[in-house]
C-alpha cells in the first residue's frame, strides 16, 4: 500500500477519536482514502493515559513521563509518580484550571495534560504520515455533561483549546455515534434507519440515523441525522459500582462504628474514581483518615483503607474491580477477587446477584435513553432496521440485550469495539478537509 506520504503535497488533516479509556487517530491514504495509525506495537488504539515519573528532568512540557500501555506498565512497575486515566470526563469541570501534584512536589495542570496527550496522538501520527498535520475532525459525545448546555458547551471549547495548543490551527467536531453510523453505511445495501449505540468509559451516547448506498459520499449529512440523545453513564461508572459493592467493604466501606453509626462514606466514593483517586493521598487527608480508627468497629478494615492510602493502591484497586467486573459479564459463576496488595490472603468474590444489582440501574438508564432517542426520531420500535454497537462497554451481554430487546426485529450487528468512531470520524474527514 502507498500512502500520501509519499508525496510533497501529502493531505494536512487527520481524524481523532479521544476516547475516556482509548484513542485513535486517522490519516489520508492514497489507495484506501483514510487509514487509522497503528500507535503502539501495531495496534489502532492506545489508551488515554499519562503516567508522570516522580524523578527525573523537566523538558519544555513538564515532568517526565509516558503514554498509553507505556503508561500503565510504568504504573503496574511500580515507578515513583502518578498515572493519570478517564481524562475526558474533566471536560466541563472546574478541574480542567486547576493543577494536581503528581510526586515530589511536581504539580501538572489538567489542561496541559489534555495538550500533551494530543500532541503525543498527533506526533505519531506524522512519524507514520510523514508530513505535518495541522487540520482535524474531533469525536465527542452527544454530551459531555448531561443536562446544562453551558458547561457541555464549555467542554467542548476546552477540547478545541487543548487541541489548538497541540498544534493544529483548523478544527471541526461530529458526534461520535454518528461517526459510527457512517463506518456501519459502509456494509449497507438498501437504505435504512439504524441505532448506533456508542458506550464507552464515560458516556453513552446514541443516535438514529438514516444511512443507505446512495448516501454515503454525500458531505452534507444533516437531514440524515433523525435524533442523537445521551447520558453520561457508561463504563468507568460500572466499575465503580462493583468496586463499592464487592471491593471497600472489605476497607470499611458502609461498615458501623461502636455507636452504631456508618463510618464516612467520601473516601470510599474518591477511591472509586479514577480521575480522584490522587486526591485521596493528601497528606492532611490521609492524616485525618488515619485519626478516624475509633470510628470503626472492626479495625482490620481501617488498617486495610490505611495500607492502600499509605501505599497509593488506589489506582490498582480500581483495576481489579475492572476486571472483576468483565469476568463476571462473560460467566454466571462468583468471580473471586485477590486483595493480596492489601493483606496476605485477603479476597473477596463478586457474585453474579451483585453484579446484577450493581450495574442494574445504570444498564435500564443507557436503554430507555436508546428508546428516548428513536422516540426523538418520531420512529415506531419495529422502523429500527439495525441496531449497530461500538465502544467497549458494549462487551456486556446483559447490556447488549437490554438495548437490543425493544427492537428485536433490528439486525444485531456488533462493530469494531474501540475503531468503530475513529474510523467513520476518518471518513468524514476525508469528507469535509479534502
Known amino acids: 500500500m502507498t500512502d500520501t506520504s509519499s508525496s510533497p503535497t501529502a493531505a494536512d488533516f487527520c481524524a481523532i477519536d479521544f476516547g475516556t479509556s482509548n484513542s485513535a487517530i486517522g490519516i489520508a491514504c492514497a489507495q484506501q482514502g483514510m487509514r487509522l495509525v497503528p500507535l503502539e506495537d501495531g495496534r489502532l488504539t492506545m489508551p488515554t493515559a499519562v503516567y508522570y515519573f516522580a524523578e527525573g528532568k523537566h523538558d519544555a512540557e513538564g515532568p ?8 500503565l506498565q510504568a504504573y503496574v512497575a511500580g515507578h515513583s509518580g502518578r498515572l493519570m486515566r478517564s481524562m475526558k470526563s474533566i471536560l466541563g469541570s472546574e478541574l480542567y484550571e486547576h493543577s494536581t501534584d503528581v510526586g515530589s512536589g511536581r504539580g501538572v495542570r489538567y489542561a496541559d495534560m489534555l495538550t500533551g496527550y494530543l500532541k503525543q496522538l498527533k506526533r505519531r501520527a506524522e512519524a507514520v504520515h510523514g508530513a505535518p498535520l495541522t487540520r482535524a475532525v474531533l469525536g465527542r459525545p452527544v454530551f459531555f455533561v448531561d443536562d446544562d448546555p453551558v458547561r457541555d458547551a464549555t467542554a467542548q471549547q476546552q477540547l478545541e483549546d487543548a487541541a489548538r495548543a497541540a498544534g493544529f490551527s483548523e478544527l471541526a467536531f ?3 455515534p454518528i461517526a459510527a453510523a457512517f463506518d456501519y453505511e459502509r456494509q449497507v445495501s438498501a437504505e435504512q434507519y439504524v441505532l448506533v449505540a456508542d458506550i464507552g468509559g464515560g458516556t453513552s451516547d446514541f443516535s438514529v440515523v438514516r444511512v443507505g448506498p446512495q448516501r454515503r459520499e454525500q458531505l452534507q449529512r444533516r437531514e440524515d441525522i433523525l435524533a442523537s440523545h ?9 466499575d465503580r459500582h462493583i468496586e463499592l459493592a464487592a471491593v471497600l467493604p472489605a476497607l470499611g466501606y458502609k461498615a458501623l462504628g461502636p455507636s452504631g453509626r456508618e463510618v464516612p462514606s467520601k473516601i470510599y466514593f474518591d477511591l472509586a ?3 480522584l483517586i490522587n486526591t485521596c493521598y493528601n497528606p492532611q487527608r490521609v492524616l485525618e483518615l488515619r485519626n478516624m480508627k475509633s470510628f470503626y468497629a472492626d479495625v482490620r478494615q481501617h488498617a486495610r483503607l490505611m495500607t492502600l492510602l499509605s501505599e497509593q493502591l488506589g489506582h490498582e ?3 481489579q474491580a475492572e476486571d472483576a467486573k468483565i469476568a463476571s459479564a462473560q460467566s454466571a459463576a462468583e468471580v ?3 486483595l493480596d496488595l492489601i493483606e496476605s490472603g485477603l479476597e473477596v468474590l463478586l457474585r453474579p446477584q451483585q453484579t446484577e444489582q450493581a450495574l442494574g440501574a445504570d444498564i435500564a438508564r443507557i436503554a430507555t435513553a436508546a428508546q428516548e432517542c428513536v422516540r426523538m426520531a418520531g420512529l415506531a420500535p419495529e422502523q429500527i432496521g439495525a441496531l449497530y454497537c461500538t465502544g467497549g462497554s458494549t462487551g456486556l451481554p446483559a447490556l447488549v440485550q437490554a438495548l437490543h430487546a425493544p427492537f428485536p426485529q433490528a439486525r444485531l450487528v456488533q462493530g469494531d469495539a474501540f475503531a468503530s468512531v475513529a474510523a467513520g470520524l476518518a471518513l468524514h474527514a476525508k469528507r469535509v478537509f479534502a
Do not use: C, K, M, N
Open 64 to 71: 517526565p513521563r509516558a503514554f498509553g500501555r507505556a503508561a
Open 230 to 238: 445521551g447520558v453520561h453513564i457508561a463504563g468507568t461508572d460500572f
Open 273 to 275: 474514581t479514577w480521575h
Open 174 to 176: 461530529q458526534f461520535e
Open 336 to 338: 473471586p477477587i485477590s
Open 317 to 319: 484497586l480500581a483495576q
